[in-house]
């Protein structure tokens, strides 16, 4: 059973920066398992921010940024505004069709 | 422009059925694959399934395979869930989301959501 790890919440000060990580329970988080970051505010669809670890979806902007640190994936935001509070959420493409998302990480901008 | 347009949600009793499906355009549909992600209120994203982009592969959570069927036609634009043996657990918001590739890879567009209820 592949779990996807991030972290359940994070704060930020506007202007800040913040990097979320998306990890996996066992093994790194390599480009072959195409990690992809979406934002989801309540209500809404998600948006796709980051995919194929970091391509940037049309009309997200460039303070939005996606890596590969250390052994895990990340999302970058550079200074983070106050519309940038919301859900984000990993994923990770484990093979066979099957794509696991992680448990989300509320970022709260402060 | 990328669209994709669920319907077909509703209120449906446990034990009973229902059919989701996905118009899609501003794209060339059959070469992609398409997934299903549906979720639960309150809570987190979960796939439900992916089909390749002929049709001819197609994988499913453990949650719901055995009950969920998923297909397509590229001559249609169009993408199918058929849910059946429905019990309260899929009870969520679906979501229609073209991946990346052909036949893997993550979702890049989104639907807006079809939302399924399952209550007596």
């Keep these: 059973q592949t779990v996807v790890t991030q972290e359940p919440s994070f704060s930020v000060p506007p202007g800040g920066t913040v990097t979320l990580t998306c990890g996996l329970s ?5 480009p072959s398992h195409f990690p992809s970051w979406y934002q989801q505010t309540p209500g809404q669809a998600p948006r796709t921010l980051i995919y194929t670890t970091t391509t940037r979806s049309s009309g997200v902007p460039d303070r939005f940024s996606g890596s590969i640190l250390g052994n895990k994936a990340a999302l970058t935001i550079t200074g983070a505004q106050a519309d940038d509070e919301a859900e984000y959420y990993c994923v990770l493409f484990v093979g066979s069709g099957i794509s696991v998302f992680g448990g989300g990480t509320k970022l709260t901008v402060l | 422009e990328v669209q994709l347009l669920e319907s077909g949600g509703g209120l449906v009793q446990p034990g009973g059925s229902l059919r989701l499906s996905c ?3 501003g794209f060339t549909f059959s070469n992609y694959a398409m997934k299903w992600v549906r979720q639960a209120p309150g809570k987190g994203l979960e796939w439900v399934s992916t089909i390749s982009n002929s049709g001819g592969f197609k994988w499913y959570a453990d949650s719901v395979r055995g009950r969920f069927s998923i297909s397509r036609d590229n001559s249609k634009n169009t993408l199918w869930l058929q ?3 429905l019990t309260a657990e899929d009870t969520a918001i ?19 959501g079809a939302l399924v209820t399952v209550s007596s």
Excluded: E, I, L, R
């Design chain 1, 26 to 30: 066992s093994g790194s988080v390599t």
């Design chain 2, 23 to 25: 118009a899609a355009s």
């Design chain 2, 83 to 85: 849910m059946n043996s």
């Design chain 2, 94 to 112: 679906y979501y229609c989301a073209k991946d990346t590739f052909q036949s893997h890879g993550n979702p890049d567009y989104w639907g807006q």
